[in-house]
């Protein structure tokens, strides 16, 4: 089992401690043979909380100290440390825009991304990188601080697959991308995608407990495919139902080959005994990955069907990615894997609005004979 201790790009008082004894599958990279059987073991000494503290107007609540912050872990009031003010720090941003299945159909509407994504980083230091995905995450441009790079690599968008959109595989990939960066920046993943994954490798119990203790927020802009296939439909002429046949058919001729079947998850006996409160929080993944990816980073999510949408979505995010707070505290140790709900509150502030993470997973899972996917 290895241990690999990383320090934190918040402050480097600050450390973040992962033991990870799994092996992790992103950017289709398969584990070798003889590693069914693994211990997973994933533990913090510091949880972190990006923390947005707004007023009745909308407005951010600027100047707040370390004490007015109010955090409970299961309860029990925790004693937090605040870093930097909002909107005083650079921006590590991953673009993750997935391209197969009917997102060409969104193509259009992302015509302005490149300026959008200028107008979302704005005039602090910043770092973006840009990837698509559809079975697979792949890089479109490396992380730079040129408003023209981001540009060229969102231009390189095409249509990448019918049948797969591992959202979830992208997202890990590019939190990843986000660990390995040396600068002190604020981190950020922009998801570009529809609602659900179809097709995603990735142990969801090690995406859940990752996003736990993650400092890194994700904000999800998310289109239905449905609706834009039917519009798609409308817009083109409907096929010419062909006349019977007049014969029989040669006898070279054979009935074309159904479809392939649509990949979904395939659930396995679990590789973990799991605790079932985890379960709840797999099948969100399942059913709106997007929107539950937001939920456990404690960050946003929002929804578009026209350019308009699409352009006030990301308006709106660009108000609210530099204006929070990062508040970390040290967790008691647990022995086993546990979920903990956490309330914060802020101190002379009783109607503000909060938006933070709920909950975090800690402990250790013990291996069975099996995975959840």
Not at 43 to 68: A, C, D, F, H, M
Not at 220 to 236: H, K, L, W
Request: hydrophobic content about 35%; overall charge negative; proline content about 9%.
């Amino acid at each position: 089992m290895s241990r690999e201790t990383v320090e934190s790009p918040l402050s480097g008082r600050w450390m973040l401690a992962l033991t990870l004894a799994a092996t992790v599958r992103c950017a289709g990279q398969q584990p070798s043979p003889g590693t069914e059987s693994h211990k997973l073991s994933v533990y913090s000494n510091l949880v972190l909380l990006p923390t947005r503290v707004q007023n009745k107007k909308g407005e951010t609540i600027y100047g707040l100290r370390p004490e007015q912050f109010i955090v409970e872990d299961n309860g029990v009031r925790q004693t937090v440390q605040v870093d930097r003010e909002p909107d005083s720090a650079g921006l590590s941003l991953v673009v993750v825009v997935q391209c197969s299945r009917s997102a060409p159909l969104e193509f259009d509407k992302f015509k302005g991304l490149g300026a959008m994504v200028d107008a979302i980083v704005g005039d602090a230091p910043r770092e973006v990188a840009v990837l698509g995905y559809g079975e697979t995450p792949y890089l479109l441009g490396d992380f730079s601080g040129s408003p023209e790079a981001v540009g060229r690599a969102l231009s390189r968008l095409r249509p990448c697959g019918d049948y797969h959109a591992a959202t979830i595989d992208a997202v890990h990939y590019a939190i990843d991308m986000l660990k390995r960066r040396e600068s002190h920046y604020r981190r950020a993943i922009l998801l570009i995608s529809e609602t659900r994954d179809h097709g995603s490798r990735s142990k969801l119990d090690e995406v859940v407990s990752e996003l736990g203790i993650s400092d890194t927020v994700i904000y999800c802009v998310a289109f239905s495919p449905t609706r834009d296939e039917f519009i798609q439909g409308m817009r083109n002429e409907p096929p010419q139902p062909k006349p019977p046949p007049s014969g029989p058919p040669a006898a070279e001729e054979s009935p074309a080959p159904p479809p392939a079947p649509e990949p979904v998850y395939t659930d396995h006996a679990p590789l973990f005994e799991l605790p079932p409160q985890i379960m709840p929080v797999i099948n969100a993944l399942r059913r709106n990955t997007a929107s539950e990816l937001a939920v456990l980073s404690g960050g946003e999510y929002f929804n578009f069907t026209t350019q308009r949408g699409f352009d006030q979505c990301l308006d709106r995010i660009s108000n609210r990615i530099h204006n929070y707070y990062v508040l970390g505290f040290q967790p008691a140790s647990s022995p086993s894997m546990t979920l903990h709900s956490l309330r914060v509150q802020v101190a002379g502030y009783p109607n503000a609005a909060i938006q933070t993470r709920r909950s975090y997973w800690s402990g250790i899972a013990e291996p069975s004979a099996g995975n959840v996917r």
